[in-house]
């Protein structure tokens, strides 16, 4: 009785109700810094220490192996070192190894480190690209594929379905799909996706195994639900075997991996299917200050459509703290030297080194704040990914840059250096697929720092732009010492620091360009930034710059998630209003207004058309196939997907619009001056009835 006393002693009102919660469905939604491990760990003890389950009957899942390691070390200190805690994939490796002799009969296969080996010889076989980052695209859209339950013969619905930015032509990913599944069979081994896969299938198909597994484990655990995807869920599903004594543990405006076919559904409709569970909600956040608190419901408030289960708002529970800054510049060298100005006066202040973070949308942004930090002699470390110079897209750009620098340059530096680039990647628009845009977007911040260098050396030249490039890779190595994190938004998750900094908060790159479009993306950029925030304990810095080389035009808009936030008297707001500048759904009006019954529009599709969804369309067949034929054939010249030249409902817009000139043109959305400069006589020229130019 002590001990089960000393186990909610501490709690809150709602993480006691979830510990004291009897075994059964349990739905626990925990918002950011809520205690969501704490509470559950002591609900696994409590568990126990009650004598309603047996620690080896326990088994708790979660997604990497430091959250179940954190977990396994929680559970020991509370006196169940029995209780098991691994992620999915961890614990399917455990029970394959024990049933497969039973349910295959032979040697066990082998576990495969990586599949870029298998992909790599299937892209080849079916003629598909097979440079590096081609590879890791393709291997990635594999493990989406896997993880969603589809099939090479389902993948090109599913794709569409889903909007997936495909890699190459669905055609080309399915051969490739189906080609490394025969050669990985062929060779025997197993996949990490098929470790779920197939202990699925041994529960699913083999009563004897299935009521073997049921009477070891008998109360299941799942943090971080947020993040299932339907393969982990089917895996669930077979554990459980219909029975219901499951605690499920997430927060839907944390759902962050939609792109590797993470869903909150499970979480949201998880009353639905368990209609007697008990539902918690943790709201009392002890990890930020008030401050923070606010601006993080703020952040996460105006997102659309939240169902009720995602509606948490956080209370903040620690003392007060300092105002969230935000800042604008006119550059990203001075958003950077602002930032490590900043962050001397915090070292200064006693703030640790490694209780400051910088974070980012894209990994390519890492390299002004590196170059900054370095100038200050501050020490920092890249997580989750490589420094900026040691990228290898980074180094074999500097060697062919080297190598064209004892030929004639032509035109201005900034123009040789993309000429040079663009032998290695650097197209005019950014690629499909997740590597393939991260090796651009480092190309292209090479040709940034050409631009900065023109500004300040007139004269430069690619020999110069050499050196600046060595000095800079050798000042950015310093040794690895604890310093200043910068990270990717992506790779905070789970994390927290007493400061952090967002950075480079500008339409196009949160929400990341390849989200506009599509309101099911635009709202995972908005729990970005809400992930972001929620890292930050006491002191938190909102910057954009409005230009990315020194003394460039200022072109960029700060990103629409920010309006809202900047309080009115902050100069940031006063510039914006000087501008008349709003966010890009309000920039002119209030909001925009239905071509056909004036009525304001809301979502991004109606947005595009300028008209409501419900409205008859005045739609152009004929210009809309014209349309599609002349776009399939950019593509194909370009050597892009079809969507970067327009998007369908781009294309829609200017069949029923039918814009008489580039005046008419640049007010349909998605149509910009880089998109008029290149397409507009084209497409005036389909419009008026004739044919498109040919290049």
């Known amino acids: 009785m002590d001990t089960e006393r000393r186990l909610l002693e501490g709690l809150d009102p709602e993480q006691r109700a979830a510990v004291e919660a009897p075994r059964g469905p349990v739905c626990v939604l925990a918002g950011a810094g809520t205690g969501k491990t704490r509470t559950i760990t002591h609900r696994i003890a409590y568990l126990v220490h009650r004598g309603l389950v047996v620690p080896g009957q326990v088994l708790a899942v979660t997604f990497t192996a430091r959250a179940a390691g954190e977990m396994r070390t929680r559970l020991r200190a509370l006196g169940v070192p029995a209780a098991q805690a691994r992620t999915f994939h961890a614990a399917a490796l455990k029970q394959l190894r024990y049933f497969w002799p039973r349910v295959v009969g032979d040697d066990q296969w082998q576990l495969l480190d990586g599949k870029l080996r298998l992909v790599a010889q299937a892209a080849n076989r079916v003629g598909a690209p097979t440079s590096s980052e081609s590879l890791r695209d393709l291997a990635s859209e594999i493990e989406w594929a896997k993880a969603s339950l589809v099939g090479p013969e389902d993948y090109p619905a599913a794709a569409a379905r889903t909007r997936r930015e495909m890699p190459g032509p669905a055609e080309q990913v399915v051969a490739v799909y189906r080609t490394y599944e025969e050669l990985k069979t062929r060779a025997r081994m197993l996949d990490f996706d098929d470790l779920l896969l197939h202990t699925a299938a041994a529960l699913e198909e083999h009563s004897e195994v299935a009521l073997e597994f049921r009477d070891r484990y008998r109360c299941f655990v799942v943090d971080e639900y947020q ?38 559904r499970p979480l949201l409709d998880f009353p639905r299917r368990f209609p007697e569970a008990a539902v918690v909600r943790l709201e009392r956040d002890y990890r930020s200050t008030p401050q923070v608190v606010s601006l993080a419901n703020q952040v996460i408030g105006a997102a659309r459509d939240r169902p009720a289960g995602s509606r948490l708002r956080l209370i903040g529970q620690r003392p007060d703290g300092p105002v969230p800054r935000f800042a604008e510049f006119d550059d990203e060298p001075a958003e950077a030297a602002a930032v490590a100005r900043r962050i001397r006066e915090l070292l200064d202040g006693g703030v640790p080194a490694s209780e400051i973070a910088v974070l980012f949308r894209v990994n390519a942004q890492s390299e002004v704040f590196e170059q900054a930090l370095t100038e200050a002699d501050i020490p ?58 991260e090796k651009w977007e480092s190309l292209l911040a090479l040709v940034e720092l050409a631009e900065e260098l023109a500004a300040t050396v007139p004269d430069a030249d690619l020999a110069r732009f050499v050196v600046e490039l060595d000095v800079r890779a050798e000042a950015q190595h310093p040794p690895t010492v604890e310093g200043v994190t910068l990270a990717s938004l992506h790779a905070a998750k789970g994390l927290e620091w007493d400061a952090v900094f967002l950075i480079g908060l500008v339409e196009g790159t949160l929400p990341i360009q390849h989200a506009d479009g599509d309101d099911a993306a635009i709202e995972e950029e908005r729990r970005l930034l809400y992930v972001g925030v929620t890292r930050a304990r006491e002191h938190l810095w909102l910057s954009w710059a409005l230009s990315r080389a020194a003394g460039g035009a200022r072109y960029r808009r700060r990103s629409r998630f920010v309006y809202g936030l900047v309080p009115d008297d902050h100069p940031a707001a006063r510039l914006a209003k000087s501008r008349q500048e709003g966010p890009p759904s309000s920039r002119g009006r209030a909001k925009p207004m239905c071509r056909i019954c004036g009525d304001p529009l809301v979502g991004t599709f109606d947005v595009k058309l300028g008209r409501c969804g419900d409205c008859p369309a005045d739609l152009d067949e004929d210009l809309l196939v014209r349309l599609r034929v002349w776009r399939s054939e950019r593509a194909r010249e370009l050597k892009v997907p079809a969507y970067v030249v327009f998007t369908d409902a781009t294309l829609v817009a200017i069949a029923e619009q039918r814009p008489e000139d580039t005046a008419g043109l640049v007010l349909i959305s998605g149509i910009g001056a880089a998109k008029l400069d290149k397409f507009g006589a084209d497409v005036l020229s389909l419009v008026h009835g004739g044919g498109a130019e040919t290049t």
């Open 380 to 437: 920092y470390l890249v997580r989750g990914g490589e420094r900026f110079f040691a990228r290898p897209e980074v180094r074999q750009a500097m060697v062919t840059l080297r190598m064209a620098s004892g030929s004639p340059q032509r035109g201005e530096l900034p123009d040789a250096v993309r000429q040079v680039l663009g032998g290695l990647g650097l197209t005019e628009e950014p690629p499909a697929g997740g590597s393939a845009r």
């Open 227 to 264: 993040d299932i995807t339907p393969l982990q869920q089917r895996v669930l599903d077979a554990w459980l075997g219909g029975r219901d004594d499951l605690t499920v543990v997430g927060d839907a405006n944390q759902t962050i991996y939609s792109f590797a076919g993470a869903s909150p």
